[in-house]
């Protein structure tokens, strides 16, 4: 995934300014910056939720500036998973539901056998019939991991999905995100403030102001708190 050059304005506030980058496959990056930084203006726009206002973002060989809405839709619905901080599942819906949903709304029926593997995976198999309201805040966000990766997407993008978790409980979704990556080489873009969930990830890059400011690779908790106190 690259982003060239992406400018978006918002009247006369201008969120991302200039921004160019390139995500490799199969690679966790976590996106950090201070309140305002841009990071959440990032996220939608490198995912189609967004158009920039100037600039081209890419996704494999795909341009999404040249997709008109229908198309920009199926390709988020097909090769992009979103986890956001609230877990965003729906209430009335049992687990198994919400985790099938998107195959459900791209018209694909869900395979039994990999329902039941991805919630084995998530931790949730005995908890398929629950509905949300009857699953901890970590349950919640695994289900939602369960649903980002059900169509196994080329790309996962997390919003914040450990900030309404204790540590232990973040800890066992950041593991889900890294392997992810690790046994299904699928690219993770993780926008985090706290730099303990930042450590997972391969490069942490530096947002500020609009703009990518640093990149650490193979970011220690230290480095990762030491670079965000000089931002
Ligand atoms: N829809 C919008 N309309 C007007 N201004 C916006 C809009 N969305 C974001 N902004 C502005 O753009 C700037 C960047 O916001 P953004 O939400 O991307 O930052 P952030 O780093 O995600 O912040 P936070 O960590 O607080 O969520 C801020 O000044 C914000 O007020």
Redesign the pocket.
Known sequence: MRLEAVT?A??D????REVTWSFPRGGLTAVM????????????CASGLDRPTSGSVRIGEVDLGTLKEARLTRLRRERIGFVFQAFNLIPSMSVEQNVTLPLRLAGRDPDPARVAAILRRVGLAERAGHRPSELSGGQQQRAAIARALITEPEVVFAD?PTGALDPRTARDVLRLLREAVDVSGQTVVL?T?DPLAAAWADSAVF?SE?RVVDELTAPTVEQLLRRWETL
């Open positions: 978006r918002y009247g506030v201008t969120a991302l910056g201070p309140s305002g930084s841009g990071k959440s203006t990032f996220l939608h914040e926008v403030h947002l609009g």
